[in-house]
């Protein structure tokens, strides 16, 4: 089961907030890299996630034009072989009986 964007935010607000603890160390990221408030670290995950969407978004527009010129050519190269076949038989009306 996939977790949900509001699922995902409140993990990433969870370490951003309080990180895990090293061993050896109060925590993971020095005192001065941690968010201000909860209100930054929820800004922060959305910013990333926005990112996130517009990068797969590029991919998803990338793949439907591979498709698209797929299906173009694959439509010119059926026009080619069907205009030579009628081209053969006006030629030669005789040779395919």
């Known amino acids: 089961m996939r977790p949900t964007r509001s699922r ?5 607000v969870t370490f951003a907030v309080s990180p895990p603890a ?3 160390s ?3 990221l020095p005192q001065n890299a941690r968010p201000a408030s909860k209100a930054q670290a929820i800004k922060r995950a959305e910013t990333g996630m926005n990112r996130n969407s517009e990068l797969r978004m590029i991919q998803l527009q990338s793949a439907v034009s591979q498709r698209q010129s797929a299906v173009h050519m694959t439509t010119r190269m059926m026009r080619g ?12 009306p005789d040779c395919f009986r």
């Open 8 to 12: 995902i935010i409140a993990i990433l």
């Open 22 to 24: 090293v061993a050896g």
């Open 26 to 28: 109060a925590s993971a």
């Open 81 to 92: 072989i069907e205009d030579s076949r009628r081209q053969m038989l006006k030629n030669c």
